[in-house]
């Protein structure tokens, strides 16, 4: 699990020698791993007190805590850091307006993407981080009704954007039209990519595109899945677009 | 990453007063993605997302002006771009995907980096990391004896072969585009084919800027009378991949003859490839294979292969054959 987390965030780290022997970069501690001060209702109120993800969660930091010595050295650095990033200009608040409603978020790093904001501040966690370089579209939003890719664009930019989520496209038992269409398509196998896929997909409702299945795949060639399922994704496309 | 202190500018004479301080970030999706790497290690940013510089107008003489911050995809969908310069709507849509085209600006596309590997290696130009002149002038060009099927064939250096990968640089330097831009020292225009640089001994240097400068708008001349445009793009796959090799051709033909001609290629060049060896070979001529044929020759003639990308010679030259043939049908 160190790894994993090594190798996820390898791009939060600092390259400076200093920083390298300190362990984790301080966003790490405030942005990736740090809950929100109030947790969402839905995660607080879990059916049996916990849900699979925050086991996992758990799970994951005491693997590290067991395995890393650094992290608890890193602790001292932390404060300083941040002290300095305000001093330099960096944020203080930040307030983020997603699905309709607004997030306050307390010393939000400058370095922080949309992408982990969403998923490991505001828990979010429909969005998903797959290449994390703009190359597979897992992570596709809408800011402004525009999709966009959330790893390449840090959250401190956002401020007084709408942004919106697979979550705020539709829910259990209120499904967009494109979600059901993926579910009567079979639109997915492994589902990972799925939230970007339909983000994608419901954006380009409302885009000047063609009406043939080969601009439906031009249009999603920003999505890419590994188990293949492009033909049902391009079905249900069709389909939602047809009764538009 | 690198920490940097961030400002959001809310005009330009704040961003350029704020400039000194590190580097501007619009769409992000080079930076943001550089950054990630260790490649880009900005001290500061400054967002100039608020700029009023996203509207496209057109000229009292007939041009268009493109402000730096309008996104690829509004450029792209434009109705002026797409009824005078389709060459330029063209680029554009074969360019990134439609979520980057919505992020990324007609500024920030002037400005896109090479997609070299050995260049995007975080540990490139530094000690035990891979050679490269780009990132640290004097560590040598890993890719010159490394793998280098997608580097440059023409413009090259003994210094650096990377490849400039933006698809919109190749349109407008067809379409001879100006560049304004604003500075400490004020304002001033680039013409395009002056704004990149050749690798030469200095491949660290890519572009006009001076420190602080702020690209402001881009300018397209009146369209040409009577002529038309094409752009054609090879790619390893059809959709979502940088060019091998891309053609922006505008041609007027008249009875038979070409009497206006622009050439420029992409995914070939250390800088988006005007080729004005083509357009000599093409001016007068009439329209037909065997010019065509002698214009591909003479643009690729200086071509400088290595040894994993040979084919792009005859690429190039088939994909200018076939850009000029739909281009004059």
Not at chain 1, 52 to 72: D, E, K, N, T
Not at chain 2, 138 to 144: E, I, K, V, W
Not at chain 2, 254 to 265: F, L, S, T
């Amino acid at each position: 699990m160190a790894d994993t987390i090594n190798t996820r965030m390898k791009h939060l780290r600092s390259r400076t020698p200093q920083n390298v022997t300190a362990g984790l970069a301080p966003d790490q501690q405030s942005v990736d791993l740090e809950p929100l001060a109030e947790p969402l209702a839905s995660e607080a109120a879990g059916k049996r007190g916990f849900s699979r993800r925050s086991f996992l969660s758990g799970l994951g930091a005491a693997g590290v805590l067991a395995g890393a010595a650094p992290l608890a050295a890193a602790a001292p650095v932390i404060e300083p850091a941040l002290q300095d990033q305000a001093e330099a200009g960096g944020t203080g608040n930040v307030t983020l307006r997603i699905n309709g409603k607004e997030y306050t978020l307390r010393g939000l790093d400058p370095r922080a993407t949309l992408l982990d904001t969403l998923r490991e501040r505001i828990h979010l966690t429909g969005t998903k981080k797959g290449c994390d370089h703009g190359q597979c579209g897992a992570c596709t939003v809408h800011v402004n009704g525009r999709r966009v890719n959330s790893c390449l664009s840090f959250a401190v930019m956002h401020e007084g954007d709408e942004i919106t989520t697979i979550e705020g496209i539709g829910q259990p038992g209120n499904l967009h039209a494109m979600q059901a269409a993926f579910v009567e398509h079979d639109g997915y196998q492994c589902g990972y990519c799925t939230s970007g896929q339909i983000m994608s997909a419901v954006a380009l409702l409302k885009e000047p595109i063609g009406p043939s299945d080969e601009e439906i795949k031009s249009a999603m060639a920003g999505n890419i899945c590994r188990c293949g399922a492009y033909t049902n994704i391009v079905a249900a496309v069709r389909q939602v677009r047809s009764k538009a | 990453m690198e920490t940097f202190s961030y400002v959001k500018a809310p005009s330009v004479d704040k961003a350029l007063a704020s400039a000194s301080q590190g580097k501007f970030i619009a769409g992000g999706t080079t930076l943001v993605d550089l950054m990630k790497l260790s490649v880009e290690t900005p001290k500061a940013l400054v967002d100039i997302n608020l700029l009023p510089l996203d509207k496209i107008e057109k000229l009292p003489e007939g041009g268009l002006r493109i402000g730096a911050m309008v996104r690829n995809s509004d450029l792209a969908w434009n109705a002026d771009v797409q009824k005078s310069y389709a060459v330029l709507s063209e680029a554009l849509l074969s360019g990134a995907s439609p979520q980057l085209r919505n992020m990324a600006t007609t500024g920030g596309n002037l400005l896109q980096r090479t997609r070299c590997a050995y260049f995007r290696e975080p540990s490139a130009g530094t000690s035990g990391g891979y050679g490269c002149n780009k990132r640290t002038p004097g560590t040598g060009c890993a890719a010159l004896e490394g793998f280098n099927r997608t580097h440059a064939i023409l413009g090259t250096s003994e210094h650096c072969i990377a490849t400039h990968p933006s698809d919109m640089c190749v349109a407008m330097a067809a379409l001879e585009a100006t560049i304004h831009v604003e500075g400490p020292k004020g304002k001033r225009t680039i013409a395009f084919a002056d704004f990149h640089k050749l690798p030469g001994d200095t491949p660290n240097i890519e572009n006009a800027l001076e420190a602080g400068e702020l690209i402001t708008y881009v300018d397209l001349p009146k369209p040409v009378e009577g002529a038309r445009s094409n752009y054609l793009k090879l790619r390893d796959r059809a959709s979502y991949e940088f060019a091998l090799s891309s053609a922006a051709v505008v041609a007027r033909v008249e009875g038979g003859h070409i009497r206006y001609i622009r050439v420029a290629m992409g995914g070939v060049g250390t800088k988006p490839w005007r080729s004005h060896e083509a357009e000599a070979a093409l001016m007068g001529k009439p329209a037909n294979a065997a010019s065509f044929k002698a214009a591909a020759e003479a643009a690729l003639a200086k071509a400088k292969p290595q040894k994993d990308n040979a084919f792009k010679v005859e690429l190039a030259k088939r994909c200018l054959v076939r850009s000029l043939k739909t281009a004059t049908a």
